[in-house]
């Protein structure tokens, strides 16, 4: 069931915070369209048992929204943070538009709990409606890779870029990066900045390298 088109397919994975006692793992992949639903992105949690997942321990943990025709800006990265709440990265399936808004869940940083329920803490939990109270932080372009700073839980987001500038950013609660109304530093105080752009052209980025891996 998965969709292999373009950028979508199994996106990422990680493994739960007590997986040596209740051996979780969780996927974060692109399913196909079926007779009742679209392709769409999801979150699940398989029980592994060696090298193999139990067969129907598949759980849906939480689905993302509906895909568009476009296959890329995925995102994807899926990690456990501090306090054992597990954070996705969504891309903006080349609708830049909705990174800034807050009725969808393109272009974000999310933040659920282990089983799928949204934390009341996260930023825009009383103003946002239904899954989209899952929001910590918006203004995201694609942002495939992102590491968490072992000791401090300071979360770091490489956001690939379209034109000229690639991005790694510092996530905060309710931050908003500015895509698509500026990439690379802006100094615009409606936006937060990112902490390390770097250009497709220079030292930095001879071939136009985007930031795709990250490791603290």
């Not at 390390?196 to 930031?211: E, K, N, Q, W």
Request: aromatic share 10%.
């Amino acid at each position: 069931m998965v969709d292999p088109t373009g950028e979508r397919g199994l996106l990422a994975l990680t493994f739960d915070p007590g997986f040596s006692t209740n051996h979780y793992i969780y996927l974060h992949y692109t399913r196909k369209a079926t007779a009742t639903a679209p392709v769409h992105n999801r979150i699940v949690r398989v029980t592994a048992d060696g090298g193999r997942a139990v067969a129907g321990s598949q759980k849906l943990i939480f689905r993302l929204g509906n895909q568009d025709a476009a296959t890329d800006h995925q995102g994807g990265a899926l990690e456990f943070g501090k306090g054992g709440k597990l954070y996705i990265a969504t891309g903006d399936n080349d609708t830049p538009a909705r990174a800034q808004q807050l009725t969808n869940l393109f272009g974000k940083m999310l933040r659920i709990n282990r089983d799928g329920t949204i934390p009341p803490g996260n930023p825009f939990y009383a103003t946002a409606l239904g899954n989209r109270r899952a929001i910590w932080a918006l203004g995201l372009r694609n942002p495939f890779k992102f590491a968490f700073r072992p000791g401090t839980g300071t979360i770091f987001i490489n956001d690939v870029g379209e034109d000229s500038w690639e991005e790694i950013n510092r996530g905060a609660a309710g931050a908003n990066f500015g895509w698509p109304v500026h990439e690379g530093a802006a100094n615009d105080p409606l936006y937060v900045d990112t902490i390390f752009p770097y250009g497709h052209i220079g030292d930095l980025a001879p071939t136009g390298c985007a930031t795709t891996r990250g490791a603290l």
